[in-house]
């Protein structure tokens, strides 16, 4: 089997269709906003905002990772684990190891303190997964946020 390699811009059209099955999977088929020229802009422009690794069966990318830097105030700097996608028809195949060993080793180079991911709670497979590579799934932690909208009607109100 392939390892895992960076993305390159030619990747992103192969990059979106699995966003987009992620997106279907994770019940929210309607989500997913970018394009692939917004991917191909924030990722291999003058300041690229993220780093995605990918990984191909029979030249067809079946897999990606991607990450990007955040800071912790308690710990520094860490590295966040935006999309980890592997294609459902091939799933089980040792995929999702491979691409999440990258992503260590790259967060190792770098030298952080942390990476860090959110996991859909009844995502029990993905669960025990990342558990099984020795991750914290920290249940007790909720994730929040304001999308445009609720940035515009916080806005609005101040």
């Not at 830097?69 to 980890?84: A, N, Q």
């Not at 799933?91 to 491979?98: F, I, P």
């Not at 709670?121 to 025990?128: F, V």
């Amino acid at each position: 089997m392939n390892q895992p390699r960076l993305a390159n811009i030619q990747d992103m059209p192969r990059v979106l269709e699995l966003i987009k099955e992620l997106a279907i999977f994770e019940k929210e088929a309607d989500a997913v906003e970018i394009s692939i020229s917004d991917l191909e802009n924030d990722g291999f422009g003058v300041y690229p905002k993220f780093t995605c690794f990918v990984l191909e069966i029979d030249a067809i990318i079946q897999g990606i990772a991607l990450v990007y830097p955040r800071y912790s105030t308690w710990k520094g700097e860490v590295l966040h684990l935006e999309d980890f996608i592997v294609s459902e028809t091939c799933r089980g195949k040792g995929l999702g190891t491979l691409l999440l060993d990258a992503v260590v080793k790259h967060a190792k180079q770098l030298g952080v303190k942390r990476v860090c991911w959110e996991v859909l709670d009844w995502n029990e497979p993905a669960i025990k997964f990342y558990e099984s590579k020795g991750a914290n799934v920290m249940r007790d932690w909720n994730v929040v946020q304001l999308d445009e909208n609720g940035i515009t009607n916080y806005l609005n109100q101040i």
